[in-house]
């Protein structure tokens, strides 16, 4: 598995879960009529596809992102729509002026940052006053299983939030890393997710190939992989797997 928890179709596949939730995640930005609009760590660029359909011409899109084949699978979808850009760059210092930009969203990114609090002061310098700024985060945390033994559901949570992912509990400092940065009207939503079958718990969450990765570095012993395996796998076959995870997007304006 990579060291990192996406690939290009991890992107792909939890664009089409998260859908809707990304649809309601561009509303803050309908009143915004000219300028520059990023998405931050846009990833393969499904959402500055998806912003600049809505926005429509007066306002170009650009994805930020300091992975450049990602940014390249951005290039190939947007195919030359004249209010798209893609540009590589750290979150941490990105190429826009003080007070240039007209709105900021940012999603699943803040929980890669070694240093998200860089990040949000950086979105602040580029944004102009009372434009708006919206991030969208895993609450990590709180993925439940519903069948496998609560205690190897611990150490999946343990592994995810403080080993695999660098800040694994980003859902919620939000509000916080916002406060910090001098952010007003700070809003705060939150969207509970249910996967009903394990291949989708695989194809969402990489559920199997977290415990497997666990299992490897002998996080988890053999036997508590067979036994949270099989338990996950009777209940999928018997139709009652279930588990669950929340999605948080937080809103505010500069
Ligand atoms: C889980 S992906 C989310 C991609 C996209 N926002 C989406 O929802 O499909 C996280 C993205 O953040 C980018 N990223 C992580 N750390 C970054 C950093 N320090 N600066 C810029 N981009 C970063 C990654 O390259 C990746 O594309």
Redesign the pocket.
């Known amino acids: 598995m990579s060291d990192k928890?996406?690939n290009a179709s991890y992107?792909e596949d939890?664009?089409r879960f998260l859908k809707e939730l990304?649809e309601y995640s561009y509303s803050a930005f309908k009143e915004v009529a000219s300028g520059n609009v990023i998405?931050?760590?846009?990833?393969?660029g499904?959402?500055v596809i998806g912003l600049s359909k809505m926005l429509g011409d007066g306002v170009k899109v650009i994805g930020?992102?300091?992975?450049q084949l990602?940014l390249d699978k951005g290039k190939e979808s947007a195919n030359g729509s004249p209010n798209v850009e893609f540009m590589l760059?750290?979150?941490?210092k990105i190429p826009f002026e003080d007070g240039s930009v007209s709105g900021v969203r940012?999603?699943?990114?803040i929980q890669?940052?070694k240093e998200p609090e860089a990040v949000f002061a950086e979105i602040n310098r580029a944004l102009n006053p009372g434009s708006p700024v919206v991030i969208?985060e895993t609450d990590w945390p709180n993925l439940t299983f519903y069948n496998g033994p609560t205690a190897v559901e611990r150490k999946i949570n343990r592994y995810l939030t403080e080993v695999k992912i660098n800040n694994g509990t980003a859902a919620r400092k939000l509000t916080a890393y916002l406060e910090q940065s001098s952010f007003s009207n700070i809003r705060i939503e939150v969207f509970p997710f249910v996967l009903k079958k394990l291949a989708d718990a695989n194809q969402y969450l990489w559920t199997g190939a977290i415990i497997e990765e666990m299992k490897a570095k002998q996080e988890l012993s053999s036997e508590e992989y067979d036994s949270f395996l099989s338990a996950l796998t009777n209940a999928d076959s018997n139709g009652y797997f279930s588990c669950s995870i929340n999605l948080v997007v937080a809103s505010a304006t500069k």
Do not use: F, M, Q, W
């Open positions: 928890h996406y992107l939890t664009g990304k998405d931050l760590g846009c990833g393969i499904l959402d930020v992102d300091h992975d990602l760059s750290e979150a941490t940012a999603e699943r990114l890669h940052l969208v």
